[in-house]
């Protein structure tokens, strides 16, 4: 990428199929810098599953349009060769990689990792701002950052959700009527188990609300501890209850911070 941009720099990494969730990061990165660049890369190396990346939505037409009337300054759609002109060096996420989506999804984190990487040494951002629906992400993001000691402020983004909750992803184009209902209902088991004001109660509450959602095919719902990503114990102080899985080939996940538990709340 070669472009001259103002300074303060913000990057907004995305795969495309922009929606409202986005809108909020463009917002906020136009809070923190004077140039938003809004990059769309479907990067190959974050998904296990062929069928999942293929039929991942693309719609830049509609993308750009969205970008821009929500501030970016510049909407950058990079060539596979111009991420990886040659073999990329891959980017481990560690052990807290191996967890969680990790174990669903081998592979995943070190791809996203990798490509994060490649993004930031093009774009060359002082901002970059992540969304927290995919929380594991965004925290592995912030450990890259700080041990490679990157001069890059990651911003979090709360969650969008629409108006039954269901937390906005470029995947729900996918889900039938149904399937959006299920959808809903891991929202409504995260409210649930936010209602709990025990550890254990809010993990028996999560774990059975889950297992009654139609069609869903859980690969997790856990409450861990957000600092460190261990399962949460009685000593945790910031508990977040995480969830993901499938609705009809439809990859599917969430989170909420449990907010009547945790030591010291
Ligand atoms: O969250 C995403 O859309 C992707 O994982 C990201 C951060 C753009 C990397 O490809």
Redesign the pocket.
């Known amino acids: 990428m070669n472009l001259k941009l103002e300074h303060p720099v913000a990057l907004v ?3 495309g199929a922009l929606h409202a969730g986005h809108e909020s990061l463009i917002k906020i990165a136009k809070t923190e810098a004077k140039s938003v660049v809004v990059s769309i ?1 479907v ?1 190959p190396l ?1 998904f296990e599953n062929t069928n999942d990346f293929s039929n991942y939505p693309k719609s830049i037409e509609a993308d750009t349009k969205l970008a821009e009337s929500s501030g970016a300054t510049f909407v950058w759609v990079p060539t596979f060769d111009e991420i990886y002109p040659s073999e990329p060096t891959i980017i481990s996420a560690g052990e807290i990689g191996n967890l969680f989506e990790g174990v669903h999804r081998f592979g995943h984190f070190d791809g ?1 990792l990798t ?2 990487k490649r993004l930031f040494d093009l774009a060359n951002p002082q901002f970059a701002v ?1 969304g927290e629906k ?1 929380f594991q ?1 965004l925290f592995l993001i912030k450990e890259m950052v700080k041990k490679l000691e990157l001069p890059i402020k990651i911003i979090s983004a709360p969650t969008i959700r629409d108006s039954s909750g269901l937390a906005m992803s470029s995947r729900n184009i996918r889900l039938s009527v149904s399937d959006r209902e299920s959808a809903i209902g891991i929202y409504r088991a995260l409210e649930l188990a936010n209602t709990a004001t025990t550890l254990e109660l809010a993990r028996t509450k999560l774990k059975s609300a889950v297992s009654t959602i139609p069609n869903f095919l859980p690969d997790y719902a856990e409450l861990i501890d957000e600092n460190t990503f261990d399962l949460a114990t009685a000593t945790t102080t910031n508990v977040r209850a995480i969830v993901a899985g499938w609705i009809n080939g439809v990859r599917l996940i969430d989170n909420m911070v449990m907010s009547k538990i945790g030591v010291s709340k």
């Open positions: 990494p995305t795969m890369f990067n974050q996203v490509v994060v992540f995919d992400q």
